[in-house]
């Protein structure tokens, strides 16, 4: 394949939103579509995540992680979409121009007419967290424990100490049990657990892993190797409450602590970031702030489901190819959408009232609090009532969508700005 | 016999509802807060508790030296350790196809395990 110097779009990243994103922008009447990928191969993180529960909203399926990806592998294939492997970018300009590195290609330089960034995140890690102790081999991230287990076939351990309940964390609680290691416990900070609750169910409780609420590391004991770690219960300031610690004998400790959006190239490119989600301010077709710079998937924000991250893909594709066709459009009035009571943040920051001509917009939040008792998930202007959905409960670690129907646009279009609120029924 | 009533959590979708399963015995009377999956699944997990397992078996000539297999129908729970056992004998070759069948009928159980992606031939 030769690689051209100009396209009408290029994503960064072959994760599900990247793919998403390209496959969109290709259907919907873009030529040149680039996925630049730094991996050797197509699929990103679902590569590693072999495990069941992917494609339920999509495919209507339970799909390991890698069925999910080659399904869109494939798509991209075969519609056409260009792939440009084991390259890295390193720089994006606000007007499209993306440099490059490639063993096989060398330095690259291609003009892009609209970029679609899908990074994806990365994980916290121990630094990020502050945990106190000693500094020996043994203390991974979740993440990192999981492409060595999946991929490249070493056991990082053999008796592990899980700290956060992320659901990778829990995911690879049971994995790890699986290869005949033992988990001696999960440790959460928070009063409630950070992953889905299925994941509790069916990667601790099936396997009678303890977990602990409320109680964290308070130091990683061992010299050349990790030996132990020191628990620890805290109160709800996260102090450590004397007189419980406890020692747990362990050679792996593992974080679970907290993904991040990894927007490097989105700063260097000028996109303006919400310090909130970590990821791009972005309106309902996922355009940043940069006239076509595009960014999807958990680059905007951390999604508990790759199927939200899909669908995010698929817009941020079609807007981008939208753009490529008609050029940029006359600046439409678009309305703000902001984080109201008990929401922590809302995407995307900004609509176009316009675009519910053409379907419906979803607004995804999560919530502060948890609720556990029935909620509204209500859309506001100012005190008025625009619209609101019922929920059995909501859980920050379970996003909240509300559907915005076409039949609103004129109360939105009405409508300085809205808001957002998670209140108990 | 006397009815009892508690609260199980749902696995088979990531909404991981909280049903209220009342039952009599092994037999489920009522299931609150459910969809249609959840009362199968409250019945299921009573009698037959099933699970969807996902692992890997050695490969040779790909470009990862594992490939990651599924069940092709959730598997009885009890017998999972009984079933990684199995995987950890079995090492294919490429090229291998997605959803490619790798063991046929497991344990006698009608579940085969299947190649969760397409592994194609290295060619150094």
């Given at each position: 394949?030769?690689?051209?110097?100009?396209?009408?779009?290029?994503?960064?990243?072959?994760?599900?939103?990247?793919?998403?994103?390209?496959?969109?922008?290709?259907?919907?009447?873009?030529?040149?579509?680039?996925?630049?990928?730094?991996?050797?191969?197509?699929?990103?993180?679902?590569?590693?995540?072999?495990?069941?529960?992917?494609?339920?909203?999509?495919?209507?399926?339970?799909?390991?992680?890698?069925?999910?990806?080659?399904?869109?592998?494939?798509?991209?294939y075969?519609?056409?979409?260009?792939?440009?492997l084991?390259?890295?970018?390193?720089?994006?300009?606000?007007?499209?121009?993306?440099?490059?590195?490639?063993?096989?290609?060398?330095?690259?330089?291609?003009?892009?007419?609209?970029?679609v960034?899908?990074?994806?995140?990365?994980?916290?890690?121990?630094?990020?967290?502050?945990?106190?102790?000693?500094?020996?081999?043994?203390?991974?991230?979740?993440?990192?424990?999981?492409?060595?287990?999946?991929?490249?076939?070493?056991?990082?351990?053999?008796?592990?100490?899980?700290?956060?309940?992320?659901?990778?964390?829990?995911?690879?609680?049971?994995?790890?049990?699986?290869?005949?290691?033992?988990?001696?416990?999960?440790?959460?900070?928070?009063?409630?657990?950070?992953?889905?609750?299925?994941?509790?169910?069916?990667?601790?409780?099936?396997?009678?892993?303890?977990?602990q609420?409320?109680?964290?590391?308070?130091?990683?004991?061992?010299?050349?190797?990790?030996?132990?770690?020191?628990?620890?219960a805290?109160?709800?300031?996260?102090?450590?409450?004397?007189?419980?610690?406890?020692?747990?004998?362990?050679?792996?400790?593992?974080?679970?602590?907290?993904?991040?959006?990894?927007?490097?190239?989105?700063?260097?490119?000028?996109?303006?970031?919400?310090?909130?989600?970590?990821?791009?301010?972005?309106?309902?077709g996922?355009?940043?702030?940069?006239?076509?710079?595009?960014?999807?998937?958990?680059?905007?924000?951390?999604?508990?489901?790759?199927?939200?991250?899909?669908?995010?893909?698929?817009?941020?594709?079609?807007?981008?190819?939208?753009?490529?066709q008609?050029?940029?459009?006359?600046?439409?009035?678009?309305?703000?959408?902001k984080?109201?009571?008990?929401?922590?943040?809302?995407?995307?920051?900004?609509?176009?009232?316009?675009?519910?001509?053409?379907?419906?917009?979803?607004?995804?939040?999560?919530?502060?609090?948890?609720?556990?008792?029935?909620?509204?998930?209500?859309?506001?202007?100012?005190?008025?009532?625009?619209?609101?959905?019922?929920?059995?409960?909501?859980?920050?670690?379970?996003?909240?969508?509300?559907?915005?129907?076409?039949?609103?646009?004129?109360?939105?279009?009405?409508?300085?700005?809205?808001?957002?609120?998670?209140?108990?029924? | 016999?006397?009815?009892?009533?508690?609260?199980?959590?749902?696995?088979?979708?990531?909404?991981?509802?909280t049903?209220?399963?009342?039952?009599?015995?092994?037999?489920?009377?009522?299931?609150?807060?459910?969809?249609?999956?959840?009362?199968?699944?409250?019945?299921?997990?009573?009698?037959?508790?099933?699970?969807?397992?996902?692992?890997?078996?050695?490969?040779?000539?790909?470009?990862?030296?594992?490939l990651?297999?599924?069940?092709?129908?959730?598997?009885?729970?009890?017998?999972?350790?009984?079933?990684?056992?199995?995987?950890?004998?079995?090492?294919?070759?490429?090229?291998?196809?997605?959803?490619?069948?790798?063991?046929?009928n497991?344990?006698?159980?009608?579940?085969?395990?299947?190649?969760?992606?397409?592994?194609?031939?290295?060619?150094?």
């Amino acid at each position: 394949m030769t690689i051209k110097e100009h396209y009408d779009v290029v994503v960064i990243g072959s994760g599900p939103g990247g793919l998403a994103a390209a496959i969109s922008a290709k259907k919907n009447g873009a030529q040149d579509v680039l996925i630049i990928e730094r991996d050797i191969e197509p699929g990103g993180i679902l590569l590693q995540c072999i495990h069941n529960g992917f494609g339920v909203e999509v495919f209507k399926q339970d799909l390991p992680g890698p069925s999910y990806a080659q399904r869109f592998i494939n798509e991209a294939y075969q519609v056409g979409v260009d792939f440009l492997l084991d390259t890295m970018v390193l720089e994006i300009t606000r007007d499209h121009r993306i440099t490059a590195t490639s063993k096989r290609y060398g330095f690259l330089t291609i003009q892009a007419k609209a970029v679609v960034l899908a990074m994806g995140c990365r994980e916290r890690t121990r630094a990020q967290v502050r945990l106190p102790g000693t500094r020996p081999a043994g203390v991974y991230t979740a993440g990192t424990a999981q492409r060595w287990v999946n991929v490249e076939g070493y056991m990082p351990g053999k008796n592990f100490v899980i700290l956060g309940s992320g659901d990778i964390g829990m995911i690879m609680a049971r994995r790890l049990t699986f290869e005949g290691a033992k988990v001696e416990r999960v440790l959460e900070v928070m009063p409630y657990l950070s992953g889905l609750t299925r994941n509790y169910v069916q990667c601790l409780m099936d396997f009678d892993i303890e977990l602990q609420l409320k109680h964290t590391v308070k130091n990683i004991i061992g010299k050349k190797r990790v030996e132990a770690i020191e628990a620890v219960a805290v109160d709800d300031k996260w102090n450590y409450i004397p007189g419980t610690e406890e020692i747990i004998p362990c050679d792996t400790l593992l974080l679970s602590v907290g993904l991040i959006p990894e927007n490097e190239l989105s700063r260097q490119a000028g996109v303006l970031i919400d310090p909130v989600t970590a990821g791009p301010f972005v309106d309902d077709g996922f355009q940043t702030n940069i006239p076509g710079i595009y960014s999807a998937g958990n680059v905007v924000h951390v999604y508990d489901l790759v199927d939200w991250v899909t669908e995010a893909g698929l817009i941020a594709g079609k807007s981008a190819a939208r753009l490529v066709q008609n050029g940029p459009q006359p600046d439409a009035k678009t309305i703000a959408v902001k984080a109201g009571e008990n929401v922590r943040y809302v995407v995307p920051h900004t609509l176009n009232p316009d675009h519910l001509a053409d379907g419906e917009i979803r607004i995804q939040m999560r919530v502060r609090q948890p609720i556990e008792a029935p909620v509204w998930v209500e859309v506001r202007s100012g005190e008025k009532l625009l619209h609101r959905k019922g929920e059995p409960y909501a859980r920050p670690g379970e996003m909240v969508t509300i559907p915005l129907k076409p039949a609103l646009m004129d109360e939105v279009k009405a409508a300085g700005e809205l808001t957002v609120a998670i209140v108990k029924r | 016999m006397a009815k009892i009533s508690e609260n199980v959590i749902c696995v088979t979708c990531p909404k991981g509802c909280t049903l209220i399963v009342t039952r009599d015995g092994q037999t489920v009377i009522d299931v609150e807060n459910g969809c249609k999956r959840g009362k199968d699944y409250a019945q299921q997990e009573l009698t037959d508790p099933r699970r969807m397992v996902a692992s890997s078996v050695r490969l040779k000539g790909g470009l990862h030296p594992l490939l990651p297999v599924y069940t092709s129908a959730p598997f009885p729970k009890p017998r999972i350790p009984e079933l990684l056992s199995v995987l950890r004998q079995v090492e294919v070759k490429t090229p291998v196809s997605l959803d490619q069948v790798i063991l046929e009928n497991v344990l006698d159980t009608g579940i085969n395990i299947q190649s969760s992606r397409e592994m194609k031939e290295v060619v150094e």
